[in-house]
């Protein structure tokens, strides 16, 4: 077994300002207000909430 890093990539992201349903590769999710909603390099979308977010995601 070995130790892997996955690749920096870059992606666009927003902050829910109201309730919103998005669908995602996985189907339909709720995003609340004050979740950041994540668009990935091909269109794709998904919620995080705002504390894992700021845990995992570094704003350039």
Same mark, same amino acid.
């Given at each position: 077994?070995?130790?892997?890093?996955?690749?920096?990539?870059?992606?666009?992201a927003? /902050?829910?300002?109201? %309730?919103?349903? /998005?669908?995602?590769?996985? $189907?339909t999710?709720?995003?609340?207000? $004050?979740?950041?909603? *994540? %668009?990935? /390099?091909? $269109?794709?979308?998904?919620?995080?909430?705002?504390? *894992?977010?700021?845990? %995992?995601?570094?704003?350039?």
């Amino acid at each position: 077994m070995m130790l892997v890093r996955k690749k920096p990539v870059i992606c666009e992201a927003r /902050i829910a300002e109201h %309730t919103e349903y /998005i669908e995602t590769l996985e $189907g339909t999710m709720k995003a609340n207000i $004050g979740d950041y909603i *994540i %668009t990935g /390099i091909k $269109g794709e979308q998904w919620p995080v909430k705002s504390d *894992i977010f700021k845990r %995992t995601y570094e704003v350039i």
